[in-house]
Nanobody, 128 residues
Framework: QVQLVDSGGGLVQAGGSLRLSCAAS????????MGWFRQAPGKEREFVAA??????????TDSVKGRFTISRHNANAKNTVWLQMNSLKPEDTAVYYC???????????????????WGQGTQVTVSS
């Protein structure tokens, strides 16, 4: 059974930091790129960051470059992906979801449809 479990969200003041975690199990996620998306109320789900399976390439949407860092640890039975978020802004407020790429040939797509398994989401709220 494929399972992604997000955690680490919370309420933080502008300028603060949070670290999101995603525990992935049930599939050979170590062979797939992993990503983070977010969805604010009334808005579409948007790409935030992704990392390839070997951690050699990372991708970020422009609005988080220099502030967010994605990383991962691959293990036989359980893989973990983190999103370190620094210098948070009120516009970063959203539900954040981790996701696994559908294909082993992931090459930096920002499209949600190119990701298959999804976590349940974790709320991030940044107050001004």
């Amino acid at each position: 059974q494929v399972q992604l479990v997000d955690s680490g969200g919370g309420l933080v003041q502008a300028g603060g930091s949070l670290r999101l975690s995603c525990a992935a199990s049930g599939r050979t996620f170590s062979s797939y790129a992993m990503g983070w998306f977010r969805q604010a109320p009334g808005k579409e789900r948007e790409f935030v960051a992704a990392i390839d399976w070997r951690s050699t390439r990372t991708y970020y949407t422009d609005s988080v470059k220099g502030r967010f860092t994605i990383s991962r640890h691959n293990a036989n039975a359980k893989n973990t992906v983190w999103l370190q978020m620094n210098s948070l802004k009120p516009e970063d407020t959203a539900v954040y979801y981790c996701a696994a790429a559908r294909s082993v040939d992931y090459s930096g797509s920002y499209l949600p449809d190119d990701f298959g398994s999804w976590g349940q989401g974790t709320q991030v709220t940044v107050s001004s």
